[in-house]
T-cell receptor, first 113, second 110 residues
Framework: DTEVTQTPKHLVMGMTNKKSLKCEQHMGHRAMYWYKQKAKKPPELMFVYSYEKLSINESVPSRFSPECPNSSLLNLHLHALQPEDSALYLC????????????FGSGTRLTVV | DAKTTQPPSMDCAEGRAANLPCNHSTISGNEYVYWYRQIHSQGPQYIIHGLKNNETNEMASLIITEDRKSSTLILPHATLRDTAVYYCIVRVAILNDMRFGAGTRLTVKP
């Protein structure tokens, strides 16, 4: 298995809702990432997990809460989002501490109404 | 400050080689050069990376200048499916902090 799987592919949520994005990989990668991508912009790094521990938080608002329950799963919990949080949310994984490239999922297209 | 500079857009004729330049004049000795591409509404796809030697794989070739201040990604026979945004990224391999610049939008035309 050489893929990163993200679910759901599309999500519409209200500003008072709580939802979660899920990411799964079975490549034995111990580094996992969340990126946010607005239309016509490059992906922006949000969070990095290394060996299931949060190692980088790019000053992301607390309405985004990441979780890494095990070495294969990465979640992004969403609460009280704003319309400007609408974006493509990308998950990626990589081998820890090597030069290997990252493997990205196809993303979750989030719309906040 | 951005670590890399790329032209915002380029065109290429189908079947011809696409040569995408990247300037990384402040690259450090332990930073690798990576190339990714992103086809519309999909996740980025890893293409190739290198430290100082030229590299080739089934997708592309990477040419890094001797002073390592610039590089060129070569797609030898571009097809319409190569139309995408191409990102050149430099990073220290052991640090898990890959950040994207603006990239080059390559359009392959029939």
């Amino acid at each position: 298995d050489t893929e990163v799987t993200q679910t759901p592919k599309h999500l519409v949520m209200g500003m008072t809702n709580k939802k979660s994005l899920k990411c799964e990989q079975h490549m034995g990668h111990r580094a996992m990432y969340w990126y946010k991508q607005k239309a016509k912009k490059p992906p922006e790094l949000m969070f990095v997990y290394s060996y299931e521990k949060l190692s980088i938080n790019e000053s992301v608002p607390s309405r985004f809460s990441p979780e890494c329950p095990n070495s294969s799963l990465l979640n992004l919990h969403l609460h009280a989002l704003q319309p400007e949080d609408s974006a493509l949310y990308l998950c990626a994984s990589s081998q820890e501490g090597t030069e290997a490239g990252y493997t990205f999922g196809s993303g979750t297209r989030l719309t906040v109404v | 400050d951005a670590k890399t500079t790329q032209p915002p857009s380029m065109d290429c004729a189908e079947g011809r080689a696409a040569n995408l330049p990247c300037n990384h004049s402040t690259i450090s000795g332990n930073e690798y050069v990576y190339w990714y591409r992103q086809i519309h509404s999909q996740g980025p796809q890893y293409i190739i990376h290198g430290l100082k030697n030229n590299e080739t794989n089934e997708m592309a070739s990477l040419i890094i200048t001797e002073d390592r201040k610039s590089s060129t990604l070569i797609l030898p026979h571009a097809t319409l499916r190569d139309t995408a945004v191409y990102y050149c990224i430099v990073r220290v391999a052991i640090l898990n902090d890959m950040r994207f610049g603006a990239g080059t939008r390559l359009t392959v035309k029939p």
